[in-house]
T-cell receptor, first 114, second 110 residues
Framework: NAGVMQNPRHLVRRRGQEARLRCSPMKGHSHVYWYRQLPEEGLKFMVYLQKENIIDESGMPKERFSAEFPKEGPSILRIQQVVRGDSAAYFC????????????FGPGTRLTVT | DAKTTQPTSMDCAEGRAANLPCNHSTISGNEYVYWYRQIHSQGPQYIIHGLKNNETNEMASLIITEDRKSSTLILPHATLRDTAVYYCIVRVENTDKLIFGTGTRLQVFP
């Protein structure tokens, strides 16, 4: 059973470009979560999604950031017009519906904005 | 969510038990205690969770005090690969997000 997959593992973008981060949850998991980790800091919750629904986006910046989890395909975290402060590791996690606190994390995408 | 307090760092000799404490003195009756760890540059890894009773799995044991105000994660025979940041998290049933604090940086040495 493959774990949570994230791609790309490393992404370099220039200021003003768009970044798209993809996450495929574990097989059978219907819940997806995105977290951000700035260098030398802890993980911060961003958004929680189920298929075709955003359940909690209280940790998402109000501008430039969006997330989706379509009926088919991976979850996407999209950052428009990236700035240097967006440079971070972005982790995706997934869980079963009735075990939302037993989250399984992917390897992360390291975004560098130049 | 109840706030947790953990030591910033700890050392442990390889092969010995690592005992990682967590204080959650404001925990309420329906809040669970969860432990995760993050090995350098990797995604966090779920370890164990509990409500009232002590719990054990293949990775670790969780000891929760009778008043539930503190808990200890025990790695019975620490290895070098257990070097990581360990996070103690409490949550209310049916809420959705994990709130990671600063955790305890455990260094296992040979």
């Amino acid at each position: 059973n493959a774990g949570v997959m994230q791609n790309p593992r490393h992404l370099v973008r220039r200021r003003g470009q768009e970044a798209r981060l993809r996450c495929s949850p574990m097989k059978g998991h219907s819940h997806v979560y995105w977290y951000r980790q700035l260098p030398e800091e802890g993980l911060k919750f961003m958004v929680y999604l189920q298929k075709e629904n955003i359940i909690d986006e209280s940790g998402m910046p109000k501008e430039r950031f969006s997330a989706e989890f379509p009926k088919e395909g991976p979850s996407i975290l999209r950052i428009q017009q990236v700035v240097r402060g967006d440079s971070a590791a972005y982790f995706c996690a997934s869980s079963l519906r009735d075990r939302i606190y037993e989250q399984y994390f992917g390897p992360g995408t390291r975004l560098t904005v130049t | 969510d109840a706030k947790t307090t953990q030591p910033t760092s700890m050392d442990c000799a390889e092969g010995r038990a690592a005992n990682l404490p967590c204080n959650h003195s404001t925990i309420s009756g329906n809040e669970y205690v969860y432990w995760y760890r993050q090995i350098h540059s990797q995604g966090p890894q779920y370890i164990i969770h509990g409500l009232k009773n002590n719990e054990t799995n293949e990775m670790a044991s969780l000891i929760i005090t009778e008043d539930r105000k503190s808990s200890t994660l025990i790695l019975p025979h620490a290895t070098l690969r257990d070097t990581a940041v360990y996070y103690c998290i409490v949550r209310v049933e049916n809420t959705d997000k994990l709130i990671f604090g600063t955790g305890t940086r455990l260094q296992v040495f040979p």
